[in-house]
């Protein structure tokens, strides 16, 4: 069974661009996680999409924002990139909304840097 | 408000010798705590998750954790080291186990085991 899939697996934008992060879940799971590990500041969580609807959002400005699509896929969109959005991006996905911690499964990130 | 704190940035063990990675929290509620482990470019594992049921939880890798609430805390132990086990543990905790997305993340603490 193929894992939770990110691309790109490396970003390199130019302060004030806009990127566009993309996640694709586990074959049936329909919640998408995003969360940031910046340096320093630790993991923090983004967003949470569950059948098409952004369902929960963490402490991140509005120029943090995504989609989800029929297909479950997810994609997240940074605008007005500031040099502190370099980051690891993480996604994660579950079988059903409320399923918990204990059935995410984490993909390998994209590693965004802003210059 | 909830909130983890690992009380070591870097633990280094020699292989076959225990390692011990401490972590402790703060919750309004019944909390559910996890343990994440995060090898270099990969993804976030689950090693073991705690949800209110028996407060000693065994994990993969001959990994277990005990849940004290008196001391708030769910410390990471694992009788004897192996090289493999070499990477970044992260304990995590969550009201609602986790169902809302919100995970809040320790800052991590890197495990080194020498040979």
């Known amino acids: 069974e193929a894992g939770v899939t990110q691309s790109p697996t490396h970003l390199i934008k130019t302060r004030g661009q806009q990127a566009t992060l993309r996640c694709s879940p586990i074959?049936?799971?329909?919640?998408v996680y995003w969360y940031q590990q910046a340096l320093g500041l630790g993991l923090q969580f983004l967003l949470w999409?569950?059948?098409?609807?952004?369902?929960n959002r963490g402490n991140f400005p509005p120029r943090f924002s995504g989609r989800q699509f029929p297909n479950y896929s997810s994609e997240l969109n940074v605008n007005a990139l500031e040099l502190e959005d370099s980051a690891l991006y993480l996604c994660?996905?579950?079988?059903?909304?409320?399923?918990?911690?204990?059935?995410?499964?984490f993909g390998s990130g994209t590693r965004l840097t802003v210059v | 408000a909830q909130s983890v704190t690992q009380l070591d940035s870097h633990v280094s063990v020699s292989e076959g010798t225990p390692v011990l990675l401490r972590c402790n929290y703060s919750?309004?509620?019944?909390?559910?705590l996890f343990w994440y482990v995060q090898h270099p470019n990969k993804g976030l594992q689950l090693l073991l998750k705690?949800?209110?049921?028996?407060?000693l939880v065994k994990g993969i890798n001959g990994f277990e954790a005990e849940f004290k609430k008196s001391e708030t805390s769910f410390h990471l132990t694992k009788p004897s080291a192996h090289m493999s086990d070499a990477a970044e543990y992260f304990c995590?905790?969550?009201?609602?186990?986790?169902?809302?997305?919100?995970?809040?993340f320790g800052k991590g603490t890197k495990l080194s085991v020498k040979p």
């Open positions: 994660a996905s579950s079988l059903f909304r409320g399923q918990g911690a204990g059935g995410y499964t």
């Open positions: 074959s049936g799971h329909t919640s």
């Open positions: 999409y569950d059948e098409g609807e952004e369902r």
């Open positions: 919750s309004s509620y019944s909390p559910s």
């Open positions: 705690y949800t209110s049921a028996a407060t």
């Open positions: 995590v905790v969550s009201d609602y186990g986790g169902s809302q997305g919100n995970l809040i």
